[in-house]
């Protein structure tokens, strides 16, 4: 059974400092990662995906990938109230492009 | 990435009936995905829906409660049939995209069954 990973919060951040996120994953032979966030009420939108190992910067958004250890982070620098929502993780099975998906993590920007 | 326009966006329906879920693409995709998310949990995989064959459901869904239809490329339909309040929940479709664009998903249908 192949499986995602998250804390599921909430993980309270004061404004302006940096919320880290996690996930680990079950299958060692993944190759992407993906991260969604979802605010209340609203359908997931991608802000990250990540092939590589390494660091991944887009903006306030850095998606870090470990392989070897199968987790893949995501950091938010400078937190804003508006980065208040619920951030899910979520991987592909290759066989079926189907994507597993983890609890998700409620993130809770505190000004 | 695509664009996906679905429909309707919330309903209230009374137990026993059915709804009829609509999802449009701006662009050819070969699979589409539905989804049921509960209240403060993650996705459910529901089905994968692929042109010109059956839906192919997961442990816990069934055809004959959740039909879907997969006329083109550009377009499904996800019914939920036969609805008790059990069935609240919003309903989701989802097309993978190319490369890092990941998977895109419609602006989702929040049912009630009354």
């Known amino acids: 059974q192949k499986e995602v990973e998250q804390n599921s919060g909430p993980l309270s951040v004061p404004e302006g400092a940096i919320a880290s996120l996690n996930c680990t994953y079950s299958?060692?032979?993944?190759?992407?990662f993906f991260w969604y966030r979802q605010y209340s009420g609203k359908s997931p939108e991608l802000i990250m995906s990540?092939?590589s190992n390494g660091d991944k910067e887009d903006g306030r958004f850095t998606a870090q990938l470990n392989k070897a250890s199968q987790y893949v982070s995501l950091l938010i620098r400078d937190s804003q109230p508006s980065d208040s929502a619920t951030y899910l993780c979520?991987?592909?099975?290759?066989?079926?492009?189907?994507?597993?998906w983890g609890a998700g993590t409620k993130l809770i920007i505190k000004p | 990435s695509a664009v996906i326009s679905q429909k309707p966006s919330r309903d209230i329906c009374q137990r026993g009936t059915s709804l009829t879920i609509q999802c449009q693409v701006d662009?050819?995709?070969?699979?589409m995905f539905w989804y049921r998310q509960q209240p403060g949990q993650s996705l459910t995989l529901i089905a994968t829906?692929?042109?010109?064959?059956?839906?192919?459901?997961e442990s816990g869904f069934v055809i004959d409660k959740f039909p879907i239809s997969r006329p083109n490329l550009t377009f499904s339909t996800l019914t939920v049939s036969n609805m008790s309040p059990e069935d609240s929940s919003i309903y989701l479709c989802?097309?993978?995209?190319?490369?890092?664009?990941?998977?895109?998903f419609g602006s989702g249908t929040r049912l009630t069954v009354v």
């Open positions: 989802s097309v993978r995209g190319q490369g890092p664009y990941g998977y895109t």
């Open positions: 662009s050819q995709v070969t699979m």
């Open positions: 829906a692929n042109q010109g064959s059956e839906a192919t459901y």
């Open positions: 299958d060692r032979g993944s190759q992407s």
């Open positions: 990540i092939y």
């Open positions: 979520a991987v592909p099975m290759d066989s079926n492009y189907q994507l597993i």
